[in-house]
């Protein structure tokens, strides 16, 4: 199969259903959300106020795994994907329900190249599909919050059918999120955002990428210094299966469990920062990899 001539491709992952048609956990397999960009303090609230986000992600992968675990991708394959994300956070001074309403916009630079063979390989670098969304915050105690929300995902990232890296998923898809964070300066701090994710097709090639639940997740301890240590990462399950031409597509449900360090400084005057080292397990119908985050957090 000549991959310059295939159809279903996808941001990180495009080559799963060029290479094989064994590995198609959503349309090429990956998804429209960042899997594992959050960490501490994730579902918190700040006071009433504009603030700025970036997030910097380096992932890469050399095998992709069908819906047995094997690999099905030949020696040389290779993904790398670099993005830089700039997210602006306004928080408002209306309440709802005892909770602040906020509103926010992420805008991802993204630099990805895919080389399903060796000699062969694309690259492609702009920006991604934009996120736009607006939430409730309710600070449950000194230590405890949670959000509600709801995202929506537009595809503003260059997309061509034919080619075998894609920075944009070329559909929109809508998203509910819930979250939960505990934040202890000299003690336990635990954070989990979960989110369900409703795919639209995309045109161009008639296909519909399933239903997915993913949860990001950060667990660690305060050190009474600004510092917390402690594991994060993420799961994902595709819930429904993928259909093309209102066909269903078979074994195309992907799942992934990833986890590493994690690591947050808090400089206690309203900037923060945090990094993390995830790697893919338990892979399925979806390329395994590893990734670096970091997210730095500022006042306007």
Not at 61 to 75: E, H, I, L, M, Y
Not at 226 to 240: A, C, D, E, N, T
């Amino acid at each position: 199969m000549n991959p310059k001539k295939a159809g279903a491709n996808a941001a990180l992952v495009a080559v799963c259903v060029l290479l094989t048609g064994q590995a198609k956990a959503t349309e090429g397999g990956g998804s429209i959300y960042p899997v594992g960009v959050e960490n501490y303090g994730c579902c918190a609230l700040p006071p009433p106020g504009v603030y700025g986000m970036v997030f910097g992600q380096s992932y890469s992968a050399d095998k992709v795994r069908n819906d047995q675990g094997k690999t099905v991708t030949p020696s040389g394959f290779k993904i790398r994907a670099n993005v830089i994300a700039s997210r602006v956070v306004w928080v408002t001074q209306e309440r709802i329900a005892g909770a602040s309403l906020a509103f926010h916009a992420i805008f991802p630079l993204v630099n990805l190249k895919v080389a399903p063979a060796p000699g062969v390989s694309q690259t492609k670098k702009g920006l991604g599909d934009i996120t736009l969304g607006t939430v409730l915050g309710w600070r449950l105690s000194d230590k405890m919050h949670t959000v509600l929300g709801l995202d929506v995902y537009a595809p503003t990232g260059g997309y061509n059918k034919n080619n075998i890296a894609n920075i944009g998923r070329n559909y929109w898809a809508v998203q509910p999120v819930v979250g939960f964070s505990s934040m202890d300066k000299s003690g336990l701090n635990a954070d989990l955002k979960a989110m369900y994710t409703f795919n639209f097709k995309n045109r161009d090639t008639d296909y519909r990428s399933g239903q997915e639940l993913i949860a990001d997740y950060a667990v660690g301890w305060g050190l009474g210094n600004g510092w917390v240590l402690g594991v994060g990462g993420y799961l994902y399950q595709q819930i429904s299966s993928d259909k093309q031409h209102g066909a269903t597509v078979k074994g195309s449900k992907g799942r992934v469990f990833a986890i590493g360090p994690s690591i947050k400084y808090d400089s206690g005057k309203g900037w923060f920062l945090t990094a993390k080292y995830q790697v893919e397990t338990e892979v399925r119908n979806r390329a395994e990899g590893e990734a670096f985050w970091v997210k730095a957090v500022f006042p306007f």
